[in-house]
Every structure is written in C-alpha cells, then in structure tokens.
C-alpha cells in the first residue's frame, strides 16, 4: 500500500508541475487508483477512470450523473466540506480520508488527493482532479487494533493485570501504570531497580523468588512463572501476585530482557480458599470433614512408615439420635457443636479432629510413643463427653463410645485402618456405652464372618430357605397340647437346619427380621387354621418388629386372610421389647389385646428388670425362663423362685408357662409350686408341621390334626 502511494505521489508531483493534459491522460490510463475529474460549476464528475467505478461499485454513466457528494457518506461531506473549499481555493490541494457509501450500503474508506486543473480569470476553482485509494482493508485492521487495545485495557483493569519489562543486564524493570498500582510501585515512569521492586515482596516469600529468577536465568529457560505475596499498601492486607514473563536472548544466548504480565489474584485466591475450606470443612462445626480427614490420615501414615506412630479414634456419640429425634434437630445440631468445642479443648494442636458425619467423629492423635496414651485419651474425651449439656436451659446427658486403631500396628493402609478402628468402635458400643476399645485381629474375622452371613441371610431369604418348626406347650394337668410355639429354622444348603441364635442377632441388627418376621406370622397362621379349635400358636415377636410400621395391621391381615380366631394366636415379646420407645409399644400391645390376640412375655426372669415389666401391661401369659426350670428340683433347691413368681402371676392372673422342662422330676415340682403350663424336651423338641400329627398320636391325644402339603 505505501508503496503505491509513493508512486501516486510521484505521479502528482508531475501532473501539478506542468498541469499537463498529457499526464492527466497518464494517470487515467492507471488503475492502481480511482481517478475523477469534477466541474465545480455543475458539482458532477466529468470523467472517471474504471478503477473508480469498481470502487464504488458504479457504472461510469451513473457516475457521471453525480458528484463527489452523492458517492460519500453525507456526516463525511459535512465535516470535511468547508476545509475542502477552502483549501483548493488557496492551495489548489486537499486531501483527506473519508468513507464513500455504496449501492448497497456498504462502506468503502478512500484516501483522497485532490487538486485544481482550472480556474476561472479570477482565480476560483473550475475544475478539479482526484486520486482515490482504497483504503477500507486498513482502516478496518486499523479499528481492529484500537479495539483490541480498548479491550486489553478493560481487561487489564478488571483483572488487575499489568505489563512489565525487564532489563536484566541493567537490572531495571519499567512498568505500565497498571503494575505498578498492583506491585505497590513507585507512580511514574521512572524504571525501578530490581532490588527495590524484590524488596517489595513479603519476606518469607523474597528468597524463593529471588531464587526461582535466578536458576531461570542459569537454565537458560524461555519463561517464568511466579507467585508470590506483597503488602497492599492500602489496606496493609495481603495481596497475592502471578508474575509470567518470556524472555528475550542475546547473541550469545543469555537472557538480556523479559516481557510479562504481573496479575493481582488476591480476589481468586480468596475465592479459591474459601471454596476450599467449605469442600473440606463441616458447615456446622468448622471441623475437617471426612476428605479432608483422609488426606491428614494418608500424611499421617506417611509419617508412620518412616517410624512416627500414632493412634486413630473413631468416635460416635450414645444416645444421640434419640436427643435429635425427642429435642428436634435444632437442638441436635447444637449439640453436635458444643461437642466438638469439647472435645477440641482435650486434644492438642498437632492432633487433628474431624467430624466423618451425623455424630461420628474421629481423631488423628500424633506422636504416639507408647499405645496406653491413647487410652488415656480415649478416656479423656469420654470423661469429657459425659458430663451433661446445658443447650438452651434444657440439660441433655450424652455420652461417646470410641474405636481406638494404632498406625503402623495394626494397619499401614487408610482403608483397612479406619476400618480397624471402626471394628473396635463396633465392639465398645457393643460392650455396653461410654467404652472404649482398641483393635484385636480376631475383630476382623469376625467381622468378615458377619458380612458373609449377612450376605447368606439375604440369599436365603430370596431362595426361601427357611420353615418353621413347632414345639408343644402342654397344660401341666391334663398333659394335653395347648399351645404350638412357632420357632424359625434355616434349612442352609451347606451348614444344615441352623437354629435361630445363629442368625437371629444379624437379622434384627440388619432390619432383616421384619421382613422374615412377617413370613412366619403368616405361615404360622396357615398352619394353625387347619389345627383343631382347642389348639392355640404361639409367635416370638423382636423389637425391631415393633419399631416397624403397621404391625398391628399387619398382624389383623394375617390373622383375616388364613382365617385363625385371633384369640387363637399368642404373641411372645421379651422385656427388650419394652426398653425401645415404651409408649409406642405399650399403644400397639393395647391394640393388639383389642383385637382379641394374647400377649405372652417370653424369658422371663433372664433379664434385669423383669418384675417391674409386669406391672406395666397386664400379659395374658408369663414364661419362665428356662434358667430357673433346670434348677427346680435339684437337692438343696427350694424352688422358692418359681413358687413366688407362680403366686405373683396368679394373683395378677396371669397365666405361668415353664420353659425347658427336661425332666419328670421338673415336671412333679412344677406341679407342685402352682405352674399352670409346661414347655420342655420332656414332652417334645420342636418338630416340622408335617411331623405334628404324629407328634400328637405319640403324646396320647385323641384329637386328629392336618396339615398342608409342603
Ligand atoms: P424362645 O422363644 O424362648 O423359644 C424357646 C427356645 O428354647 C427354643 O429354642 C427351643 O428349642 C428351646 N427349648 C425348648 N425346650 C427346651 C428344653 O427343654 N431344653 C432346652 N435346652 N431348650 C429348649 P430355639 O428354637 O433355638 O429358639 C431360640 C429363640 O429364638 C427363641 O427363644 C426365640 O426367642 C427366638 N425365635 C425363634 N423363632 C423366632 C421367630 O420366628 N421370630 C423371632 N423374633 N424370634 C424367634
Ligand atoms: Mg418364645
Ligand atoms: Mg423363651
């Protein structure tokens, strides 16, 4: 493009020396430029060359029908017209750069160079000739870059981003104004002395820069990256900086100078460290969540295994979900804070606390020399937990059952330590509450041997494994069957007819028992609709059955759909029945009388409290624990108990069952003391529903009994 324009110049130079028609007609003959001849008089073009057609996109007779104003763009006209007259009137030149409209509305920028080939005697202008380059590609790269550069400056200030130079041979750096608000540096534009701009840094980060300049530099490197901190000279906060910078060689390979940018990044850091801190963090306690945890646990057991040991205790608060589930979760939340600030307070600062979830917590306690310190701990936190919360004016008493696991001891791995300790918090919680245990190896075995049972319960559920055999329950005077106790058995493909101790537990920890629960209640009442009138079933109940939903629903549905007289049915519950949610129980044991079913407490006597339990709900039946049977009549034995409770029962007519009765001698004292029913080996173990007619025939009884095909 200049070049052309030289050339143009060149040729005007001549065409205005001489004015010669010669060189007029030369530089129509061109097309590297649009060229017109205007008559001033009439204000139209009088002759155009075809570059100038092109250009605004005419033919050469519509063009001569108009003038120079009619092609350009009418706020161009307007600007440029008085300079224009007043500058071929005194000069006989004028140029300038201005847009040109096309047919279709397009613009095309023209340089124009315009003179006067006549005047009148006067000396006014007649005629004029014009040059006119195009020059739209340019002016539009042109607005490009001014854009750009509007954008780069916007972009600079909202981004606190700056441009800095380096002149490492004089050991200068020169700043745009913007990196030197965001470096803190002198205003200006004075260069700045590298040691002055390092000073600026904070100090415990200074020797690392420095450092990183350095060893770039060495290495020859085409870049550097850098962050590092400075003090706002404002606020006096601190202020985060990422420096990058290319470097430029010498001759002989050395960096002589950088460019960069240097960004103030305090507001994403910021951001940054606050999303970090609520991706790692409790929202409720501000403690370290179970990810942050890990990574701690992971550090830690790094340390071990270059021999620094430490303990891990998984915490779980007693009693907690009954606080939330009584108070309202307000008031469990509050709790949970107020028992990490305690727990806080008894561990020291290289410990690290965590809250894994709900009323889990767990401790990573470190440098660890001896393995009795975290018992000691353990003990510490226990002490501290059960003293009792004020929350609110109400007083709430807590406790916390702990799992203590030793790294490297009993694990080197994250996973299978946090299990140990797990273990360990399984079996203090289990061991009664306010315990703490360590990790034993057996724990684990047996913790295997309960997943796979777990596993196995389910399979024979779906796989229906189990049936139910029956046991008699014979009144004590006339030797005949009252009552058949329905009693769960599990036909295992490998391990045989298991009794119900050996899954029983693990069903009711695992909710199972309610599902498995409902099978024998309604195979139960099957069975016993086809046994004759006089003979009643007896059903054992969990306490995991009564927390469920609908019981007594469910129990009526069974008893309507197999057609069994509710007062047929007998339902036995132990006193662990009664320890869970008492109101709740006690409403559906009330219901259940309605409807016409018997309620028996099972067991009884095994327990603690077992007198009281009588008092709050008049049973239709007691059972006496097998414990005190197998004592009846031994030599030196009063049978005072059985005697007691026989009267006790009676006086509260309540009819007494004995439990495992094994022997005629058993048998003759029961007799005696006033036990009105007797349940034993003596008369028959529990037998399949098929065996129950002969069962019958063998205990002399008439009565005839069917049963269903299996
Ligand atoms: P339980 O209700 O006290 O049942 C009596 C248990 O004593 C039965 O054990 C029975 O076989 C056993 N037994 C009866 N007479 C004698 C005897 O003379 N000597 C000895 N040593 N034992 C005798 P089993 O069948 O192993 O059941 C154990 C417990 O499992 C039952 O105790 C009951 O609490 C529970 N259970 C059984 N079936 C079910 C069920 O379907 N649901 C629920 N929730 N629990 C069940
Ligand atoms: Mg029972
Ligand atoms: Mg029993």
């Known amino acids: ?114 003179m006067v080939i006549e005047r009148d005697p006067s000396g006014a202008p007649l005629r004029g000739l014009g040059v006119l380059l195009d020059i739209t590609e340019a002016r539009r790269a042109d607005g490009k870059v001014r854009e750009q550069a509007e954008v780069l400056k916007v972009a600079q ?11 490492i041979v004089a050991g200068l750096i020169h700043a745009d104004a913007s990196v030197r608000e965001i470096l803190a540096l002198p205003e200006g534009d004075a260069p700045i002395r590298t040691e002055d701009w390092l000073a600026g840094i904070l100090e415990e980060d200074r020797g690392r820069v420095a450092h990183a300049m350095r060893l770039a530099i060495e290495n020859g490197d085409p870049g550097i990256s850098l962050d590092y901190r400075t003090l706002c000279p404002r606020t006096g906060g601190l202020r985060y900086i990422e420096l990058r910078a290319r470097y430029h060689f010498g001759p002989d390979g050395k960096a002589v100078s950088s460019l960069g940018v240097a960004i103030d990044v305090t507001e994403r850091r910021a951001a940054e460290q606050r999303l970090a801190h609520a991706a790692h963090h409790d929202s409720l306690t501000g403690l370290p969540n179970r990810s942050l945890f890990r990574v701690r646990l992971e550090e830690a057991l790094a340390r071990a295994r270059r021999g620094v040991g430490f303990a891990l205790l998984c915490l779980d608060l007693d009693r907690f979900k009954e606080v939330n589930d009584t108070l309202g979760h307000p008031i469990g939340d509050r709790l949970l804070v107020a028992a990490a600030a305690r727990l806080r307070k008894v561990l020291r600062e290289t410990d690290t606390l965590a809250r894994l979830g709900g009323d889990e917590f767990a401790v990573i306690q470190t440098c660890l020399l001896e393995p009795q310190e975290a018992a000691a701990l353990a003990r510490r936190l226990i002490e501290t937990l059960s003293a009792p919360f004020d929350i609110d004016g109400q007083e709430i008493v807590v406790g916390v059952s702990i799992g203590i696991a030793l790294a490297p001891h009993d694990s080197g791995e994250t996973e299978s330590l946090l299990s140990a300790a797990d273990m360990a918090l399984y079996r203090a919680k289990s061991d009664g509450r306010g315990l703490w245990r360590y ?81 024998v209640l309604r195979r139960a009442c099957d069975d016993a609709a086809r046994w004759p009138e006089s003979i009643g079933l007896a059903v054992n109940f969990s306490p995991a059955q ?48 309605e409807l016409g079913v018997r309620i028996a407490m099972d067991d009884f006597g095994s327990g603690s409290s077992s007198l009281s339990y009588l008092q709050v709900f008049p049973f239709d039946k007691v059972k006496i624990d097998r414990s005190f049977t197998c004592e009846l009549d031994r030599p030196g034995n009063s049978n005072a108990i059985m005697k007691a409770v026989a009267s006790l029962c009676g006086g509260l007519e309540m009819a007494v069952v004995a439990e495992g009765v094994e022997t005629e001698g058993q048998f003759a004292a029961l007799q005696r003391e006033g036990c009105r029913e007797a349940q034993g080996f003596l008369f028959s173990r529990p037998v399949a529903s098929s065996e129950l007619p002969a069962l019958l025939r063998r205990l002399g ?10």
């Open 439 to 519: 990790f034993e190896p057996a724990m684990n075995q047996r913790m295997q041997a309960r997943r796979d049972l777990e596993l196995d319960l389910r399979r024979g559920i779906s796989e229906s494994e189990f049936e139910i055999h029956y046991q008699p329950i014979l009144d004590v005077d006339t030797r005949r069957v009252k009552t058949f106790e329905a009693l769960l058995r599990w036909r295992h493909p490998t391990r045989g007819l298991l009794t119900p101790d050996l899954f029983i537990p693990l069903a009711e920890e695992i909710g199972l028992i309610v599902p498995l629960g409902d099978w």
């Open 546 to 593: 009564f927390q469920s939903r609908h019981l007594v629903a469910r129990i009526a549905a069974a008893l309507r759909e197999s057609g069994l007289a509710a007062h047929r049915l007998e339902i036995e519950i132990t006193e662990n029945v009664l320890m869970r949610d008492k109101e709740a129980t006690l409403a559906a044991l009330r219901a259940l009388k």
């Open 157 to 167: 200030t909202i981004g606190r981003v700056g441009a800095i130079r380096r002149d």
């Open 701 to 710: 009884e008439r009565r005839a009994l069917t049963v269903a095909a299996e």
């Open 1 to 114: 493009m200049k070049h052309i324009w030289r050339k143009l110049k060149s040729l005007f130079g001549a065409a205005n020396a001489a004015s010669d028609a010669a060189m007029i007609e030369a530089l129509f003959a061109t097309d590297i430029a649009g060229i017109a001849e205007t008559d001033f008089r009439t204000g139209k073009f009088t002759r155009v060359n075809g570059r100038m057609c092109e250009m605004l996109w005419r033919s050469e007779k519509e063009l001569l029908s108009l003038g120079p104003p009619d092609v350009q763009h009418p706020e161009d006209v307007a600007r440029i017209m008085p300079d224009f007259i007043k500058s071929m009137s005194e000069k006989g030149r004028w140029e300038s750069e201005l847009r040109h409209v096309l047919p279709d509305g397009e613009i095309v920028w023209a340089r124009i160079n315009a």
